[in-house]
Protein backbone atom coordinates (compact mmCIF):
# COMPACT_ATOMS: atom_id res chain seq x y z
CA UNK A 1 0.00 0.00 0.00
CA UNK A 2 1.10 3.54 -0.38
CA UNK A 3 2.37 5.40 2.77
CA UNK A 4 0.54 9.19 3.09
CA UNK A 5 3.56 10.20 4.75
CA UNK A 6 5.87 9.47 1.60
CA UNK A 7 4.15 11.84 -0.52
CA UNK A 8 3.41 15.27 2.17
CA UNK A 9 3.71 17.69 -1.05
CA UNK A 10 0.55 16.24 -2.13
CA UNK A 11 -2.89 18.53 -1.95
CA UNK A 12 -5.06 16.89 1.03
CA UNK A 13 -7.27 13.88 0.28
CA UNK A 14 -5.13 12.94 -2.71
CA UNK A 15 -2.81 10.04 -1.58
CA UNK A 16 -6.41 8.65 0.49
CA UNK A 17 -7.91 8.84 -3.00
CA UNK A 18 -5.52 6.93 -5.12
CA UNK A 19 -5.27 4.04 -1.93
CA UNK A 20 -3.08 5.24 0.65
CA UNK A 21 -3.50 4.11 4.08
CA UNK A 22 -4.07 6.55 7.05
CA UNK A 23 -0.64 6.91 8.89
CA UNK A 24 -0.66 5.19 12.30
CA UNK A 25 -1.65 6.40 15.20
CA UNK A 26 -1.86 5.70 19.36
CA UNK A 27 -4.44 4.37 20.85
CA UNK A 28 -6.83 1.29 20.06
CA UNK A 29 -6.41 -0.36 16.15
CA UNK A 30 -8.64 1.97 13.71
CA UNK A 31 -12.18 -0.21 13.43
CA UNK A 32 -13.35 1.04 10.11
CA UNK A 33 -12.05 1.48 7.04
CA UNK A 34 -11.37 5.18 5.12
CA UNK A 35 -14.08 3.96 2.58
CA UNK A 36 -16.32 3.20 4.90
CA UNK A 37 -16.08 6.45 6.16
CA UNK A 38 -16.61 8.24 2.86
CA UNK A 39 -19.44 6.46 2.50
CA UNK A 40 -21.46 7.01 5.64
CA UNK A 41 -20.50 10.68 4.44
CA UNK A 42 -21.78 10.22 1.03
CA UNK A 43 -25.06 8.78 2.96
CA UNK A 44 -25.27 11.82 4.66
CA UNK A 45 -25.13 14.48 1.75
CA UNK A 46 -27.46 12.53 -0.28
CA UNK A 47 -30.37 12.30 2.61
CA UNK A 48 -30.23 16.42 3.17
CA UNK A 49 -26.87 18.27 1.44
CA UNK A 50 -23.57 18.68 2.22
CA UNK A 51 -23.73 20.30 5.45
CA UNK A 52 -25.82 17.57 6.85
CA UNK A 53 -22.10 15.22 5.85
CA UNK A 54 -20.47 17.21 9.07
CA UNK A 55 -17.65 15.51 10.86
CA UNK A 56 -20.14 15.30 14.20
CA UNK A 57 -22.62 13.47 11.72
CA UNK A 58 -20.13 10.68 10.39
CA UNK A 59 -19.13 9.91 13.52
CA UNK A 60 -22.37 9.50 15.03
CA UNK A 61 -23.74 7.72 11.66
CA UNK A 62 -20.33 4.58 12.36
CA UNK A 63 -20.64 4.84 16.10
CA UNK A 64 -17.34 6.68 17.14
CA UNK A 65 -16.34 9.94 18.57
CA UNK A 66 -15.54 12.77 16.06
CA UNK A 67 -12.12 12.73 17.83
CA UNK A 68 -11.57 9.04 16.27
CA UNK A 69 -12.18 10.22 12.61
CA UNK A 70 -8.85 12.08 12.92
CA UNK A 71 -7.43 8.00 12.50
CA UNK A 72 -8.91 8.06 8.94
CA UNK A 73 -8.73 11.13 7.47
CA UNK A 74 -6.57 14.54 8.91
CA UNK A 75 -9.24 17.61 8.32
CA UNK A 76 -12.47 18.33 7.19
CA UNK A 77 -11.04 19.37 3.97
CA UNK A 78 -9.61 15.82 3.46
CA UNK A 79 -12.33 14.53 3.78
CA UNK A 80 -14.15 17.02 1.26
CA UNK A 81 -12.10 15.80 -1.00
CA UNK A 82 -12.64 12.24 -0.96
CA UNK A 83 -16.71 13.11 -0.30
CA UNK A 84 -16.26 14.58 -3.95
CA UNK A 85 -14.81 11.93 -5.62
CA UNK A 86 -17.30 9.32 -4.05
CA UNK A 87 -19.95 11.65 -5.00
CA UNK A 88 -18.72 11.45 -8.66
CA UNK A 89 -18.36 8.00 -9.19
CA UNK A 90 -16.98 6.56 -12.06
CA UNK A 91 -18.70 7.29 -15.50
CA UNK A 92 -21.47 5.34 -16.92
CA UNK A 93 -20.46 1.94 -18.71
CA UNK A 94 -19.66 2.58 -22.38
CA UNK A 95 -20.25 6.64 -22.21
CA UNK A 96 -19.42 8.50 -25.12
CA UNK A 97 -18.44 5.22 -27.23
CA UNK A 98 -20.55 6.26 -30.60
CA UNK A 99 -17.21 6.94 -32.60
CA UNK A 100 -18.87 10.16 -33.67
CA UNK A 101 -17.40 12.87 -31.34
CA UNK A 102 -20.19 15.43 -31.30
CA UNK A 103 -22.60 12.41 -30.23
CA UNK A 104 -20.19 11.81 -27.55
CA UNK A 105 -19.50 15.56 -26.62
CA UNK A 106 -24.00 15.63 -25.98
CA UNK A 107 -23.60 12.44 -24.30
CA UNK A 108 -20.66 13.25 -21.95
CA UNK A 109 -22.48 16.56 -20.89
CA UNK A 110 -25.80 15.21 -20.59
CA UNK A 111 -24.66 12.24 -18.56
CA UNK A 112 -22.57 14.95 -16.36
CA UNK A 113 -25.84 17.29 -15.48
CA UNK A 114 -27.76 14.18 -14.30
CA UNK A 115 -25.24 13.28 -12.52
CA UNK A 116 -24.70 16.63 -11.01
CA UNK A 117 -28.69 16.93 -10.46
CA UNK A 118 -29.05 13.58 -8.93
CA UNK A 119 -27.06 14.51 -6.36
CA UNK A 120 -27.34 18.39 -5.95
CA UNK A 121 -24.72 18.86 -3.14
CA UNK A 122 -21.88 18.15 -5.18
CA UNK A 123 -22.63 21.95 -6.56
CA UNK A 124 -22.04 23.12 -3.02
CA UNK A 125 -18.31 21.59 -2.99
CA UNK A 126 -15.72 24.24 -3.83
CA UNK A 127 -13.11 22.03 -5.60
CA UNK A 128 -10.32 23.61 -7.17
CA UNK A 129 -7.65 22.99 -9.61
CA UNK A 130 -7.97 20.22 -12.30
CA UNK A 131 -9.56 17.19 -11.29
CA UNK A 132 -6.57 14.61 -9.74
CA UNK A 133 -8.77 12.16 -7.79
CA UNK A 134 -9.64 8.85 -9.80
CA UNK A 135 -13.70 8.96 -10.45
CA UNK A 136 -12.89 12.84 -11.32
CA UNK A 137 -9.89 11.93 -13.86
CA UNK A 138 -12.41 8.60 -15.21
CA UNK A 139 -14.68 11.63 -16.44
CA UNK A 140 -12.43 13.64 -17.75
CA UNK A 141 -11.05 11.01 -19.80
CA UNK A 142 -13.62 10.41 -21.37
CA UNK A 143 -13.96 13.82 -22.46
CA UNK A 144 -10.65 13.71 -23.22
CA UNK A 145 -11.21 11.08 -25.63
CA UNK A 146 -13.94 12.50 -27.21
CA UNK A 147 -12.27 15.56 -28.27
CA UNK A 148 -9.56 13.84 -29.53
CA UNK A 149 -11.68 11.76 -32.04
CA UNK A 150 -12.76 15.84 -33.59
CA UNK A 151 -9.18 16.36 -33.73
CA UNK A 152 -8.61 18.92 -31.61
CA UNK A 153 -4.30 18.83 -30.98
CA UNK A 154 -3.07 18.26 -27.36
CA UNK A 155 -2.36 21.67 -26.82
CA UNK A 156 -5.63 22.61 -26.51
CA UNK A 157 -7.25 19.39 -24.84
CA UNK A 158 -7.52 20.70 -21.82
CA UNK A 159 -9.03 24.01 -23.23
CA UNK A 160 -11.73 22.05 -24.58
CA UNK A 161 -12.20 19.84 -21.26
CA UNK A 162 -12.56 23.61 -19.48
CA UNK A 163 -15.13 24.47 -22.01
CA UNK A 164 -17.00 21.41 -22.06
CA UNK A 165 -17.16 21.18 -18.50
CA UNK A 166 -18.22 24.54 -17.70
CA UNK A 167 -20.92 24.38 -19.91
CA UNK A 168 -22.23 21.23 -18.25
CA UNK A 169 -21.54 22.68 -14.71
CA UNK A 170 -23.66 26.08 -15.60
CA UNK A 171 -26.15 23.86 -16.96
CA UNK A 172 -26.39 21.76 -13.82
CA UNK A 173 -26.68 25.42 -11.66
CA UNK A 174 -29.20 26.77 -13.45
CA UNK A 175 -31.24 23.43 -13.90
CA UNK A 176 -30.82 22.85 -10.29
CA UNK A 177 -32.86 25.79 -9.30
CA UNK A 178 -35.28 26.10 -12.22
CA UNK A 179 -37.63 29.01 -12.80
CA UNK A 180 -41.46 28.40 -13.10
CA UNK A 181 -42.96 29.49 -16.15
CA UNK A 182 -45.34 31.48 -13.99
CA UNK A 183 -42.54 32.95 -12.00
CA UNK A 184 -40.04 33.20 -15.49
CA UNK A 185 -43.45 35.10 -17.21
CA UNK A 186 -43.30 37.88 -14.17
CA UNK A 187 -39.85 38.10 -14.57
CA UNK A 188 -39.64 39.07 -18.03
CA UNK A 189 -42.98 41.56 -17.84
CA UNK A 190 -40.29 43.58 -15.16
CA UNK A 191 -37.39 42.94 -16.81
CA UNK A 192 -38.76 44.12 -20.44
CA UNK A 193 -39.41 48.25 -19.67
CA UNK A 194 -36.29 47.98 -17.64
CA UNK A 195 -33.69 46.27 -20.51
CA UNK A 196 -35.26 48.52 -23.01
CA UNK A 197 -33.98 51.80 -20.95
CA UNK A 198 -30.67 50.17 -19.48
CA UNK A 199 -29.36 49.70 -22.89
CA UNK A 200 -29.25 46.25 -23.00
CA UNK A 201 -30.76 45.35 -26.55
CA UNK A 202 -29.39 42.05 -26.41
CA UNK A 203 -30.76 40.37 -23.45
CA UNK A 204 -34.15 42.64 -23.76
CA UNK A 205 -34.24 40.78 -27.03
CA UNK A 206 -34.08 37.50 -25.81
CA UNK A 207 -36.66 38.45 -22.71
CA UNK A 208 -38.91 39.54 -25.66
CA UNK A 209 -38.42 36.14 -27.18
CA UNK A 210 -39.82 34.28 -24.36
CA UNK A 211 -35.64 32.75 -24.16
CA UNK A 212 -34.87 34.73 -20.79
CA UNK A 213 -34.78 33.41 -17.85
CA UNK A 214 -35.15 29.88 -19.10
CA UNK A 215 -37.11 27.70 -17.33
CA UNK A 216 -37.46 23.52 -16.22
CA UNK A 217 -39.13 23.09 -19.51
CA UNK A 218 -36.19 24.37 -21.05
CA UNK A 219 -33.98 21.37 -19.95
CA UNK A 220 -33.58 19.90 -23.98
CA UNK A 221 -32.72 23.07 -25.16
CA UNK A 222 -29.32 22.88 -22.82
CA UNK A 223 -28.08 19.63 -24.72
CA UNK A 224 -28.91 20.58 -28.49
CA UNK A 225 -29.21 23.91 -29.61
CA UNK A 226 -28.15 25.35 -26.11
CA UNK A 227 -24.72 22.86 -26.63
CA UNK A 228 -24.32 23.85 -30.52
CA UNK A 229 -22.03 27.04 -29.98
CA UNK A 230 -19.88 24.65 -27.68
CA UNK A 231 -19.35 22.43 -30.16
CA UNK A 232 -18.35 24.79 -33.02
CA UNK A 233 -15.70 26.21 -30.38
CA UNK A 234 -14.45 22.47 -30.49
CA UNK A 235 -14.33 22.21 -34.29
CA UNK A 236 -12.80 25.36 -34.41
CA UNK A 237 -9.52 23.84 -32.34
CA UNK A 238 -9.04 21.41 -34.60
CA UNK A 239 -5.93 23.35 -36.11
CA UNK A 240 -6.80 26.93 -35.65
CA UNK A 241 -5.85 29.21 -32.33
CA UNK A 242 -8.25 29.93 -30.09
CA UNK A 243 -8.12 33.37 -31.38
CA UNK A 244 -9.58 32.45 -34.86
CA UNK A 245 -12.27 30.48 -33.14
CA UNK A 246 -14.30 33.50 -31.56
Not at 103 to 110: C, F, I
Not at 151 to 172: K, M, N, Q, R
Request: charged share 20%; net charge negative.
Amino acid sequence: MLDRDTTPELPPGLALAWGATPPPRRGPKPAHTVAQIVAAAVELADADGVANASLPNIAHEVGVTTNALYRYVSSKEELTVLLADAGWGPPPAGLASSGDWRSDVRAWTRAVVERLLGRTWLLDLSMRGDPVTPHRLAWTEVLLRACSLAGVGEEHLLGCVTLVSGFAHATAVRLATPTTPAEASAVRDHLAPRLSRADSAGLAALVSAGRYPATAEDRETFFTTGLDPVLAAVAGLTGREWETVF
